[in-house]
């Protein structure tokens, strides 16, 4: 891995929030001159890939991630996933929390949907694919942070890895807590390390020392949101704020 920096392709990418199925619909999306192109508050995809059984087990966010996953992945087996959330199920952990407050017994199903690699898991046991699975939690960053273990995969000798990353708004005693815009969705990308012709982006770092808030403007949409805009569009770089650093996006030819 490169010490200023990672440099990688995206191959193949799959996308889905509520209203946003369709490559034609996130082209569209992605050209809104608003600050905050909005996105439907309600809805979660079939995951028809996947068994009922396993199905049920998700909640929106792992509805999503498994959809992308497959949608970005198809037949594909023995590659490894990165999976990434800010917040991952904390709806779930609310519930679980309320409920041990309350004094009632608490759900295996639930407790055991509501960990961080629950996705991850989900589609593992689906496919019967014993690859490689990560989970990261890195704040604002996690995209970042999870782009660069992709890209430490890669130069240990992965030939390709997927990356999948998935975000619900924040449920109600959090609300006051946020930063941004938070929106349902959730994307996938397939990397590799070789440059291929107009799918090669590098992300470079560098501190900024100062408080993220007075960089970002208030109701501006989640940086991974920012981030997949600039990825869709034609836009040669762009810069995210999140955890006092300054995470540098480029596109290359």
């Given at each position: 891995?490169?010490?200023?920096?990672?440099r990688?392709?995206?191959?193949?990418?799959?996308?889905?929030?509520?209203?946003?199925?369709?490559?034609?619909?996130?082209?569209?999306?992605?050209?809104?001159?608003?600050?905050?192109?909005?996105?439907?508050?309600?809805g979660?995809?079939?995951?028809r890939?996947?068994t009922?059984?396993?199905?049920?087990?998700?909640?929106?966010?792992?509805?999503?991630?498994?959809?992308?996953?497959?949608?970005?992945l198809?037949?594909?087996?023995?590659?490894?996933?990165?999976?990434?959330?800010?917040?991952?199920?904390?709806?779930?952990?609310?519930?679980?929390?309320?409920?041990?407050?309350?004094?009632?017994?608490?759900?295996?199903?639930?407790?055991?949907?509501?960990?961080?690699?629950?996705?991850?898991?989900?589609?593992?046991?689906?496919?019967?694919?014993?690859?490689?699975?990560?989970?990261?939690?890195?704040?604002?960053?996690?995209?970042?942070?999870?782009?660069?273990e992709?890209?430490?995969?890669?130069?240990?000798?992965?030939?390709?890895?997927?990356?999948?990353?998935?975000?619900?708004?924040?449920?109600v005693?959090?609300e006051?807590?946020?930063?941004?815009?938070?929106?349902?969705?959730?994307?996938?990308?397939?990397?590799?390390?070789?440059?291929?012709?107009?799918?090669?982006?590098?992300?470079?770092?560098?501190?900024?020392?100062?408080?993220?808030?007075?960089?970002?403007?208030?109701?501006?949409?989640?940086?991974?949101?920012?981030?997949?805009?600039?990825?869709?569009?034609?836009?040669?770089?762009?810069?995210?704020?999140?955890?006092?650093?300054?995470?540098?996006?480029?596109?290359?030819?």
């Amino acid at each position: 891995m490169r010490t200023d920096g990672v440099r990688f392709s995206i191959v193949r990418h799959a996308a889905w929030a509520p209203g946003l199925e369709t490559p034609q619909q996130w082209r569209a999306w992605a050209q809104s001159t608003l600050p905050v192109a909005p996105i439907a508050a309600a809805g979660e995809p079939g995951v028809r890939a996947m068994t009922p059984m396993l199905r049920r087990r998700a909640g929106q966010l792992g509805k999503m991630a498994l959809e992308v996953a497959y949608a970005c992945l198809g037949e594909q087996r023995d590659i490894p996933l990165v999976f990434c959330s800010r917040h991952g199920e904390v709806a779930r952990a609310v519930e679980l929390l309320s409920a041990l407050a309350q004094g009632e017994p608490l759900s295996p199903t639930a407790f055991g949907m509501a960990v961080h690699n629950a996705s991850a898991g989900l589609f593992s046991i689906a496919r019967a694919d014993t690859a490689n699975q990560l989970a990261i939690a890195a704040g604002a960053a996690s995209l970042e942070a999870a782009v660069i273990e992709a890209c430490g995969l890669l130069a240990d000798g992965a030939a390709q890895v997927l990356l999948v990353l998935a975000e619900c708004p924040l449920p109600v005693p959090f609300e006051a807590f946020e930063d941004c815009h938070e929106q349902s969705h959730a994307f996938a990308w397939l990397l590799q390390a070789e440059a291929t012709p107009g799918t090669a982006f590098s992300l470079t770092w560098r501190a900024r020392g100062s408080d993220d808030a007075l960089a970002v403007a208030a109701g501006a949409m989640p940086g991974s949101l920012a981030v997949l805009r600039f990825m869709l569009g034609e836009a040669r770089t762009f810069e995210h704020a999140a955890n006092r650093q300054a995470w540098c996006w480029s596109r290359h030819a």
